[in-house]
């Protein structure tokens, strides 16, 4: 273990697009805190260097999904994950962020002193097994919420009697060859969705084969009106006219969805029903038992899913797998889907804050026993914030919301003369409500390894942009429920230490 821990004042997890933009906000908001950037993986960009599956893209269009003071300019509105990389990657240099990152440090354990209201970060370096320490006034975790060396993969009857791959789309083999190839896609996520259409253009058949439907909208690649104001208006009016223009419509949509369901369902399958041949079994395929946004729907851009089942390329199955044969799936029907290729799309395995061990004052902090607060920082736990994106909208509206309240909480100690700060539960009945309110399945299968919330603010999480940006970005700081100290005598670290961080 190196003897001498470095010290920063901020101590990053993660140089996704989370973490990058973190940076990029300390730099603006707080220039006088040093930070360094701890990732687990060999390069920036997080999910979106990740994930090299055939036709990957956002879910969310730019305009949101793009960070509040980086405007998004290219056309697509709904961009593939190359364009998506390399906008972070803009973000980084622009900032000169990179030279802050150290790559291959998987942080393991984090350890809170009171004593000496700093964090001790335990970090494994990936090419050597080095166990590697640093010690921090502030962690901001930015690992997003799933794990990077795995995806889920249900344990399938008999896939091993089955002669071909069977690949996971986290871990996308770089040399596989589907040209000419019968594919069967298993899920009907946006994973699912993504692939078929994408692969169909190569494959010979493409499959997608789903337990039940989900909600799927066709919606343009490219908005209109946001390209048509970057003609007129200066790139940062016409991206933040273009981005509100889709807050509003996101949360009018996801309102309507929860007041009257019956008709965004009936909406919803009058616009499948335009996209797909006369007579197609919609109610089959495209009828989900559950409500509108009880899981997230599917985009599908300019509908090319819809265009690849319409010309015979592609075909939606909805059954269940009774079993892998030697040549492809046989279902609980009877039928039987032959296969060259099965592609397992079968969600993401979910894990909090990358899987780190936190510890105060020597005591393990159990997650599923701490309250969120703001829907960004845990009770009981100091000076510790993480960046959690919406369900219902864009990810990164929440993001940017975060790292923006990190820093007034920065800023705030600096000017009180405070050492640490920490949310305290008082409330007297227990907070139980889990954290990802969501009904997806990759969802409930994790819902014990995260902190749950409560019923009330500021323990609550509301998945509403507009009240969080008033609160998290005005609100007032010191409300009772979060709770600061001072430190009169605490170690001070030489500030040439600091530096050798970035070294």
Request: charged share 20%; hydrophobic share 40%; net charge neutral.
């Amino acid at each position: 273990m190196s003897p001498e821990p470095h010290h920063v004042d901020v101590l990053i997890v993660g140089a996704g697009l989370s973490g990058i933009g973190a940076a990029r906000h300390l730099q603006a908001q707080s220039p006088a805190k040093s930070f360094a950037i701890l990732e687990a993986r060999e390069a920036i960009g997080g999910t979106w260097d990740l994930f090299r599956y055939p036709g990957i893209r956002s879910d969310s269009d730019m305009y949101t999904l793009g960070y509040d003071f980086k405007p998004w300019e290219a056309a697509k509105a709904i961009a593939d994950g190359p364009s998506i990389l390399e906008y972070v990657r803009e973000a980084a240099r622009e900032g000169g962020v990179e030279r802050l990152i150290r790559f291959g440090h998987k942080v393991v354990r984090a350890s809170w002193s009171t004593a000496d209201a700093r964090w001790t970060v335990e970090a494994v370096r990936t090419d050597t097994g080095e166990t590697v320490r640093l010690t921090c006034g502030f962690l901001f975790s930015c690992s997003g919420y799933y794990r990077y060396d795995q995806g889920y993969t249900p344990q399938f009857p008999g896939a091993d009697r089955f002669a071909g791959p069977i690949i996971h789309p986290q871990h996308w083999p770089e040399d596989l060859d589907y040209a000419g190839k019968r594919v069967v896609v298993i899920g009907s996520g946006a994973t699912a969705v993504t692939l078929v259409p994408a692969m169909a253009s190569d494959a010979a058949q493409v499959t997608m084969l789903q337990r039940s439907p989900s909600y799927m909208v066709a919606f343009p690649a490219e908005d209109p009106i946001a390209n048509g104001l970057r003609k007129v208006l200066p790139a940062k009016a016409a991206y933040a006219i273009s981005r509100w223009k889709n807050v509003l419509l996101t949360m009018g949509q996801y309102q309507l969805s929860r007041r009257r369901p019956a008709l965004v369902k009936a909406g919803v399958r009058k616009l499948v029903k335009h996209q797909l041949p006369d007579g197609y079994p919609i109610d089959t395929h495209f009828k989900p038992s559950y409500d509108p946004w009880d899981q997230r729907p599917c985009l599908v851009p300019n509908g090319d899913l819809f265009k690849a089942i319409s010309s015979g390329r592609a075909s939606v199955v909805t059954d269940h797998i009774e079993t892998f044969t030697q040549t492809g799936i046989r279902l609980v029907s009877g039928q039987e889907l032959e296969a060259d290729i099965i592609v397992t799309a079968t969600g993401l395995d979910l894990i909090a804050f990358g899987g780190i061990e936190l510890v105060v004052d020597e005591r393990t902090v159990s997650l599923p026993e701490a309250v969120t607060y703001r829907g960004l920082m845990l009770s009981d736990v100091p000076n510790f914030a993480f960046v959690l994106g919406y369900t219902n909208a864009s990810w990164t509206l929440k993001a940017d919301l975060a790292c923006g309240f990190a820093c007034r909480l920065l800023n705030h100690m600096d000017a009180g003369g405070y050492a640490f700060c920490a949310p305290r539960y008082r409330e007297s009945t227990s907070a139980s409500e889990p954290f990802l309110d969501f009904a997806s399945g990759y969802v409930q299968r994790a819902l014990d390894r995260f902190p749950v919330q409560g019923s009330a603010a500021p323990w609550k999480l509301y998945q509403n942009y507009i009240r969080d940006l008033r609160i998290l970005r005005r609100g007032e700081l010191e409300d009772g429920s979060m709770e600061f100290t001072r430190v009169t005598s605490l170690p001070v670290e030489p500030p040439e230490l600091a530096a050798r961080v970035a070294a």
